[in-house]
C-alpha cells in the first residue's frame, strides 16, 4: 500500500513540474519557445438558452434533448493587433517626470 502511496505522489508531482526546454517527455516533445506571431485564442461562448427569436438552424447533428441544444463554444486563433515593445517603452519613458 505503501509503495501504491509513494507512486501517486511521485506521478502528481512530475505532472506539475515545468519541463526543460526541448526536453522529451514520453511520446511528446516540449518546446518552450517564446510564439512571436501575434496570434492568440479567443474563445466565444453563444447561449441561446430560451431565444424564440429565430429557429437555431446552425448545428445539424443529433440533439442532446438538453440545454446543450442551445449552447455553442467557438475557438478561434486571431492575429492580435497592438504596438511593439520599442513602441511602448518609447511613449512610457516619454510621459516619466524628468
Not at 36 to 41: C, E, W
Not at 51 to 56: D, I, R
Not at 67 to 88: L, R, Y
Amino acid at each position: 500500500m505503501r509503495t501504491v502511496a509513494f507512486a501517486a505522489l511521485f506521478a502528481s508531482a512530475a505532472s506539475f513540474a515545468p519541463a526543460l526546454s526541448g526536453m522529451r517527455t514520453g511520446a511528446t516533445s516540449l518546446n518552450m519557445a517564446m510564439d512571436k506571431s501575434g496570434r492568440a485564442p479567443v474563445i466565444t461562448v453563444f447561449d441561446h438558452r430560451g431565444c424564440t427569436a429565430h429557429k437555431n438552424t446552425d448545428y445539424t447533428g443529433p440533439k442532446a434533448n438538453g440545454m446543450e441544444d442551445e449552447q455553442c463554444v467557438k475557438v478561434q486563433s486571431v492575429k492580435i493587433a497592438g504596438p511593439d515593445a520599442d513602441t511602448v517603452l518609447r511613449d512610457s519613458l516619454a510621459t516619466l517626470k524628468k
